[in-house]
């Protein structure tokens, strides 16, 4: 049996429902309803984020590489970041780890993919929604990826930042995302929303609004690393 690694903590709350999500998804695939081996290493959000707002990229590299090396000692398979931010520097993250790593995004790509989609809408931290990250891998498969506008970017950061990692899950800031979902559909027509930050499906739970539908990069992830233990 293969055992993956997750850095989690990075927020607790999604790396909580990667846990369940990875166990169910499991055992309903597995013939024999068994649990699957799963190494989590919680490491500190706020270390990260403190790095990754003063643009050292470098030390944020080196941060999420020890803890993927600490997974890899403890004797995982393969790994996965729970959580869109890091991949700011997945690549390199990829070019020195001792294991393999499955990345959100290209799984959430390959989704996109399979459904068809041209032209999808983007939401999560300031740092994921400006990255290049997105564009880059989506770009391969012909997906344009759009943004909220400044006012709106800033809406989803400080809600997300202040309330969603820290586990506060306000009816009034759903119904402020959802009118931003309605706008980027009069504004691009997008096909689809990507929910690229995993605290966002806690939030957004109905899968769809108004016909938009939202690609939830948690359950797209846990799917690639499932398929990933049964292989």
């Not at 989704?111 to 989609?117: F, R, V």
Request: proline letters at 4%; aromatic letters at 8%; one cysteine or more.
């Amino acid at each position: 049996m293969k055992t993956v690694g997750i850095v989690g903590g990075i927020a607790p709350d999604s790396t909580i429902e990667y846990y369940r999500q990875i166990i169910a998804s499991y055992r309903a695939q597995s013939k024999d309803c068994n649990y699957p081996a799963i190494i989590i290493n919680s490491i500190n959000l706020n270390r990260m984020i403190d790095l990754i707002t003063a643009n050292e990229l470098t030390a944020v590299t080196e941060y999420v590489l020890d803890a993927i090396e600490k997974l890899a000692r403890a004797g995982v398979d393969f790994a996965a970041l729970a959580s869109n931010t890091p991949h700011l520097v997945f690549d390199e993250l990829r070019l020195r780890s001792p294991v393999p790593l499955i990345s959100i995004v290209e799984t959430a790509c390959a989704e996109a993919a399979a459904l068809g989609m041209k032209r999808v809408g983007l939401f999560g931290t300031r740092f994921t929604m400006r990255a290049s990250f997105y564009p880059r891998v989506f770009s391969r498969a012909g997906i344009e990826i759009v943004l909220p506008d400044d006012a709106e970017q800033n809406y989803i950061h400080t809600h997300y930042m202040d309330e969603l990692v820290n586990g506060v899950f306000l009816p009034e800031t759903r119904e402020g995302l959802l009118r931003i979902v309605d706008q980027l559909k009069e504004r691009f027509s997008v096909e689809g929303i990507i929910l690229g930050g995993t605290e966002l499906p806690l939030i957004l739970r109905d899968g769809a609004h108004n016909g938009i539908a939202f690609l939830d990069t948690t359950r797209i992830h846990v799917k690639g690393i499932v398929g990933e233990l049964l292989s």
